[in-house]
Structures are given as C-alpha cells and as structure tokens.
DNA sequence: CCAAAGATGTTGATATCTCAACAAGTCGGG
DNA sequence: CCCGACTTGTTGAGATATCAACATCTTTGG
C-alpha cells in the first residue's frame, strides 16, 4: 500500500527529468535551458506578463525566475520597458527572435502532447488533471501543517 | 490547449517539490535528506538490493545514490557487506539505527497517502497510476525519437 | 588462464535550485 | 510630504542533481 506512494514519487521524479530534458533539446542551439523555455512560452501565450506573474504560472522560485530574465534580456529574447532601474512590475515583451523561438517551443510541446494524448481518452485527461491538482494542494496542505506543530 | 502542457509541467514541477519538502521535514533532525529517504524506504521495504536495484526503484541518477549511500554508511544507517573494496553488486541492509529512521519515514509516508488518498475514489487512484505510468514511458520515447534524428 | 567486453560503481566538474538576506520600489496614514 | 510597512525583485551561499570520464569487478570466449 504505501509502496505505491514512493512508486507515485518515482514516477513524479522521473517525468519532471523527462520535462527538462525535452525543454533542453528543443533550445539548446540557441543556448537556452529549460527554465528558459517556461518565461518564453507564456510570454507567448501572454504578452505583458510582470515577473512576478511569470512566478505563479511556472511555479518557479522567484530567483531562478529573475536570472532566467536576466539571461533572456541580455540575448535579445525580451524586452523590458522599466523606467526604474530594475524590472520592477513592469511588463516584458518577447522580441521578434524572442517570439521565433517561443513558437518553435510552442510547436514542439504541441507536438509532445499529441503523442501523450494519443492513449488517452479526453475524459482521462480530464480526470488526470484533477488528481493532480487535488495531490499538489494536499501536499502542500500537509507541508503546512506539519510546519505548524 | 498547448497551455495545459505547460500547466502540467507546473503542477509536476510544484508537486516534486512538495515531496521533496516533506521528506526533508521527517528527517532533518537527523541530518539526512531527501535523497537519503528513498534509499533508506526501499531498503526497509526490501532489505538486500544492491546499489543499482535501489537506483532502478528510486528513479535516481547511480552518482546521486552512490553519493547518498557514502552519507549513509558513514552515519551508520546502512550496513555493506562488501568483500570487494566498494559496494560493489554487494546487497545492502539497514542497521538498527537505520530501520528506526526508515520506520519513522515509512509512517509518515503511510500519514500522507492517507491524505493524499482521502479524496480520490480507488478507481481514480489506479487510473491516476495507470496515467502517470503511460505519460512517463511516451515522453521517454518522445526524448528517444528526437534524439535518433 | 588471459584478454576483451560489459556491467557496476565512484569521482570531479559543472549546472541548477533553493533559501535567506538584502535592495529597491510603492503605497497609505498621519 | 514623509515615514513605515508592504510588495517586488536581486544577489550570494550552499545544497543538489547531472553528465561524462574513469576505475573496478565479472563474465565470456578463445
């Protein structure tokens, strides 16, 4: 019974390796790495996104989020219209290069969830999501509580 | 419909967090973390795996276990009974110490799957499984394919 | 019995993530 | 207008994971 949790773990572990790894193939010409492709990608879906914002939808550390930026300004790959001195809440923008890689990724994860869907039924992937929305908020509930005590 | 690729990613992401977090939480008095954990779990599950049966279960990189297993046998909570210089294919047990941190861990792991669990029906539990097992497998083919072109 | 090939494990260099401390910017009350 | 509290973003240090190169052991075929 409780072997299937460190089973769910492995699993777990061994997709976000998985996740990474196809990130990295698809830009790694350009010199970009995984928590690249993230900040892209949803400046491509959203354009305007604050950095903060960017946190929240990638779920990503908030550092590993400002020297992803840092990366990607200083090649081109967005802009920052910040009066002040850094970025703060101000809205960045993909560059034309910014937006031709950010398409190229969105083709490839396309692509990827195609052959991931293949086997599953709409109402599965429905389902799926749901159970691992409810797991990640459980544990983050059990994180806290026990905090707590 | 591409953006709940990424929405996966993220909540995988959030989720290997989660339970790296609560598996550090159990056993920081002690010194250990969370890669210690999955060693010391499978061992008490299965006493006598070698080094690379544990990599194979725990979905680790060999360098991390190896590394994992020095810390380990060092401290005392594993024992190898080597002939041979290293631990080489040589079956690995846990000491007393050992088994009352593994213990110790594989309670709290049984706390949080009841959690976990709680709101799932047992249907929606094996066809979670059944998901995260057939996601994991096509994105290795799909890292596979890229790499052959 | 030996050499070569394959399996197993270790090590070092490097990249990455994470935490915590800090800096800078904004906002609201007096 | 200014002070203090809060939000937002950056930085540095340390922990961790990852890859590749290497070392060691075993096995197999001659």
Chains 1, 2 share one sequence.
Request: aromatic fraction near 8%; glycine fraction near 2%.
């Amino acid at each position: 019974m409780e072997e299937r949790f460190e089973l769910f773990t492995a699993l777990i572990t061994k997709i976000s390796r998985s996740i990474r790894k196809i990130k990295n193939q698809e830009v790694e010409e350009y010199g970009l790495r995984s928590p690249h492709v993230s900040c892209l990608y949803y400046l491509y879906i959203t354009d305007g996104l604050t950095a903060t914002e960017l946190c929240e939808r990638c779920e990503e550390d908030k550092a590993t989020v400002s020297r992803s930026l840092d990366y990607l300004e200083t090649n081109g790959y967005i802009l920052c219209e910040s009066k002040s001195a850094k970025r703060y809440k101000s809205p960045l923008y993909l560059t034309e290069q910014g937006r031709m890689v950010a398409a190229k990724v969105a083709a490839k994860i396309s692509r990827v969830l195609d052959d991931v869907s293949a086997a599953m039924t709409e109402e599965e992937r429905v389902a799926f999501y749901r159970s691992l929305a409810m797991i990640s908020d459980s544990l983050e509930a059990c994180i806290k509580s026990d905090r707590e005590q």
